[in-house]
């Protein structure tokens, strides 16, 4: 496929042809989503919990990132890449911000950042647009801000919110912006935001009428049953088709069906037999 860049998106949303959102976090997901023709993928925070096993994303530190992004990168290096900006490495200083979003960049190989927030974000959007570091806004849920939000939940579901997440996206792109993900808000002001939008917007749990869709990969291939979002479709049940080929796989081995013949290296007859008769069988 040929690199996607920003100008690709660009291209796409004016031609109305909707774009495709994956979160990957390891070499072997993202060959894959690159093969079947992703057009983003996301080295998201999420990791602390589909990967680590946290109870939140904000264990999550850049060093972890930088070496799961460089991965990513490596398997998938068409696709327009997002490195997610950890809790704390851009909310303490506008200098903190850029210089961890240029370690995303020249580190591991991203073509954008993401980091959450709203209004409160656009000076430091500003600073990081001037430094030529591409950004990626996340609006909605924002999962670096559950304990302030009170738990996931659905945003904007009164008219004080949904104007203030409308009027937000435009406040974010006045700053620079270059791309929006909103997450966990009605249908409604996930189209009204898209079209009053100049730049790519993404829905996870923002309707049909964003121009692209999100996904995290290990909920919509059944990897991880803590928690699925009412967003969240499930495109196979890949966890429960692994969890039966280990219970096959230990099944085998305990009766002694495996290895069998095939599975081991054959040696010469008179080698064999010359073994046989220094060491025994």
């Known amino acids: 496929m040929p690199k996607v860049t920003i100008q690709t998106l660009r291209d796409k949303r004016a031609r109305r ?3 495709t959102f994956l979160t990957a976090y390891d070499y072997p997901f993202a060959i894959l989503e690159q093969k079947a023709g992703i057009d983003v993928i996301l080295v998201g925070d999420s990791m602390g919990m589909v990967v680590f096993g946290y109870d939140s994303t904000l264990p999550v530190t850049m060093d972890l990132m930088i070496p799961h992004v460089k991965a990513v990168r490596l398997g998938a290096p068409d696709v327009y890449l997002v490195g997610d900006m950890p809790y704390m490495s851009y909310q303490v200083s506008i200098s903190e911000a850029v210089r961890n979003g240029g370690r995303f960049m020249a580190e591991g190989g991203c073509d954008a950042v993401k980091l959450e927030g709203g209004r409160e974000m656009a000076d430091t959007i500003r600073a990081m ?8 806004g996340h609006m909605g849920l924002t999962p670096q801000a559950v304990a302030q939000l009170g738990g996931y939940k659905a945003q904007g579901r009164d008219l004080e919110t949904a104007k203030k997440l409308i009027e937000d996206a435009r406040i974010l792109e006045d700053a620079g912006l270059s791309s929006l993900l909103l997450e966990a808000v009605p249908a409604e002001v996930g ?3 898209t079209r009053r939008s100049s730049v790519p917007v993404f829905g996870i749990g923002a309707g049909p ?13 059944g990897m991880f049953d803590r928690h699925t979002a009412k967003f969240v479709k499930k495109y196979r049940e890949i966890g429960a088709q692994i969890l039966e080929a280990l219970a096959d796989f230990r099944k085998d081995v305990e009766t002694g069906i495996f290895p069998a013949k095939e599975h081991c290296y054959p040696m010469p007859q008179d080698v064999a037999a010359e073994l046989a008769k220094l060491y025994g069988k």
Not at 129 to 136: E, F, G, H, L, Q
Not at 210 to 221: E, F, K, Y
């Open 129 to 136: 647009a001037n430094a030529t570091i591409p950004v990626m």
């Open 209 to 221: 009428h964003c121009d692209g869709q999100v996904l995290v990969i290990h909920d919509m291939i």
């Open 191 to 193: 189209e009204i935001i």
């Open 17 to 19: 042809e909707p774009m």
